[in-house]
């Protein structure tokens, strides 16, 4: 019985953890105590089974992993998201957003689910959390829906579909934590998951569209009473076209002798700044040039969208990591509401609170996921997972379609943080092996737990719109009638042909990772003149070799000389160029760098 038990640890270990996992012991301290426990045994196993590698005085390594969690600059990024996403929440930009594009949707059969859809994903940009976007807007647009007749499983399904895209669009929890348990850069996560996460929303709005002409009943356009603000279109079109003429003579003419990522962040402050300082302008003085849309379209939507582009602009034009990126977004929330005058104390108590709990939630599931681990893999766990995975028909389709089916069922149990600390790091290692892009996979799992949020019964999206949701019929004041309670099986039944768009938005990714991967082929725009003043601000010749120069041809390269980043050419030296002394370069001065390096500056 021993030498069964000996050989077969790691899936027993796995199977008895998941298992308490799921009868729902805390998550943190199932993971610590399943991985000290295993510990034992392996050890006083170690003697039977030559695949157990465990002894005493490797559980003192779990201390230099624990300090390894704390010294980890990429989760900095989890509390500066979530605080931002805290005091936008409670500084009600959700009820302002969804106000104003309704009204101006509110024109078109379908314009509210439309605004909902617009407005899920601007909240998932910037505040990042499912459980505020799906109740904000719950709270907020359901009743409207429900007032102006459209149909409850529509209204239901709209509404907490486009809450879950917080998981997928940039800057999501979820994405960071892949990005760290991958060993993968968070902003290279965040640019490949940016494309599948458009086309998401895109075909959230097609359906809708299609309903809207199957089904026009269900869908209608909100009467003109409903719509305070009136039309303004033309005074909206004339204002956003200013705002993109801004932005082209800033970027050609004003800003030119800037370098790349200075022009594009300049030039859209100024097409932002400008249009925003006439629309309060024109409101504060009664001045008249704007209809009361465009004026309010200006002053809502704006501030928001500068704070995107704030967060993800920077990431994206590399001028921040994601952390500081975090950081500055923290930051444009409390002015914001600061602008709002809606932060108080209380108000930022709050967000405080929350965040610390979420930060130091994630932290001790982390920690016990590292103790899980090391026990897991001493074991030789890595190993059974590979070669079960490994053993799979249908290679690198199959091991992807099958690890989607466990994801998506395990997302409808477990929250994303557990199977992401415990699950995806057994994983990667196999896909890897099987020549898998780790930014694609992560992508495509945090698709999958994005599915599993809207899944019945047990989808977490679908218990936050319950808990918001009315559960008996309502006298609605505006109408003058009662209004049918929200039933479960509305809900249920309204996100099951979003489940099918998860599913389909699943099997595009898979068929086409080019989605995603487009991240690698990224052009890198580089300023010849923002590099020769680099060079000049260096001193004298550059690197104070005769004749350096700087090339762009594959890089930064000194004539004669490899490039820096890629492999030495070992063939005929270029321009009458003689190949590097086994010493390595000259450094700066003529004399030997030290140890053989190259005495280069370092262009990280």
């Not at 594009?101 to 439309?114: N, S, V």
């Not at 808990?467 to 003058?480: C, E, G, L, N």
């Not at 487009?518 to 010849?528: A, C, F, G, N, S």
């Not at 980043?565 to 030296?573: I, Q, R, S, T």
Request: charged share 10%; net charge negative; hydrophobic share 55%.
């Amino acid at each position: 019985m021993l030498d069964l038990i000996a050989h077969n640890l790691a899936p027993i270990m796995f199977i008895t953890v998941m298992a308490m996992l799921l009868i729902g012991y805390p998550v943190a301290f199932t993971l610590a105590a399943g991985g000290m426990y295993f510990f034992v045994v392996g050890v006083e196993l170690s003697h039977i089974s030559p695949e157990i590698r465990l002894f005493w005085p490797l559980a003192q390594a779990n201390m230099n992993r624990v300090f390894d969690i704390m010294r980890n600059d990429t989760l900095l990024a989890i509390p500066f998201f979530t605080f931002m996403g805290l005091i936008l929440e409670r500084s009600r930009m959700a009820e302002d957003l969804l106000d104003t594009i309704g009204q101006l949707f509110g024109t078109l059969r379908g314009g509210l689910a439309f605004a909902v859809v617009v407005v899920g994903a601007l909240l998932a940009a910037t505040t990042g959390v499912v459980a505020a976007s799906v109740i904000a807007m719950g709270l907020i647009s359901l009743p409207i829906m429900m007032r102006y007749n459209y149909h409850p499983g529509l209204a239901a399904g709209t509404i907490a579909a486009s809450g879950t895209l917080a998981q997928i669009i940039p800057p999501s929890l979820v994405l960071i934590v892949m990005a760290d348990q991958l060993g993968r850069s968070v902003g290279d996560m965040y640019v490949g998951a940016f494309f599948p996460a458009l086309i998401v929303v895109g075909i959230y709005c097609a359906y809708i569209f299609a309903v809207t002409l199957v089904k026009p009943e269900w869908a209608p356009a909100l009467p003109p009473e409903a719509r305070p603000l009136g039309d303004g279109g033309r005074s909206l079109y004339l204002i956003l076209l200013i705002a993109v003429g801004l932005y082209f003579i800033g970027y050609y003419y004003v800003f030119d002798h800037l370098r790349f990522e200075t022009r594009v962040v300049w030039s859209a402050l100024v097409a932002t700044v400008l249009p925003y300082g006439f629309a309060i302008a024109n409101r504060a003085m009664k001045l008249g040039y704007l209809s009361r849309m465009a004026e309010q379209v200006v002053i809502v939507l704006i501030p928001p969208l500068a704070l995107i582009f704030l967060v993800l602009g920077t990431i994206f034009l590399g001028i921040a990591t994601p952390t500081e990126g975090g950081a500055m977004g923290a930051t444009g929330a409390l002015v914001m509401s600061i602008m709002k005058r809606r932060l108080d104390k209380k108000t930022l108590m709050q967000a405080l609170d929350s965040t610390t709990k979420l930060a130091t939630f994630v932290m001790f599931i982390l920690i016990g996921a590292r103790v899980f681990a090391l026990t897991f893999y001493g074991i030789s766990g890595d190993r059974w997972v590979e070669e079960l995975m490994l053993a799979l028909p249908g290679g690198e389709t199959g091991f992807l379609v099958t690890v989607s089916i466990i994801v998506f069922i395990l997302g409808c149990f477990l929250d994303f943080f557990e199977i992401a600390f415990v699950l995806v790091p057994l994983l990667a290692p196999v896909a890897e092996k099987l020549g898998i892009d780790l930014i694609w996979f992560g992508v495509l799992l945090g698709f999958n737990l994005q599915a599993s949020f809207l899944t019945p019964p047990f989808g977490f999206a679908l218990f936050y719109l319950r808990s918001v949701a009315p559960v008996k019929a309502w006298y609605d004041k505006a109408t003058d009638r009662m209004i049918e309670p929200i039933t479960t099986k509305a809900i249920y039944t309204g996100t099951l042909p979003f489940i099918v768009i998860q599913i389909f938005m699943l099997g595009l990714l898979i068929a086409f990772p080019g989605l995603v991967t487009h991240y690698k082929t990224e052009p890198v725009i580089l300023d010849q003149g923002d590099i020769n003043d680099e060079i000049n601000s260096i001193g004298g010749g550059g690197f104070g070799l005769p004749g350096s120069g700087l090339s762009l041809d594959g890089g930064l390269t000194l004539p004669g000389a490899p490039s820096l980043g890629e492999p030495p050419n070992l063939g005929a030296p270029e321009s009458g160029g003689a190949l590097p002394p086994p010493g390595g370069l000259p450094a700066p001065g003529g004399l030997p760098a030290p140890g053989g390096a190259t005495g280069l500056p370092n262009f990280d």
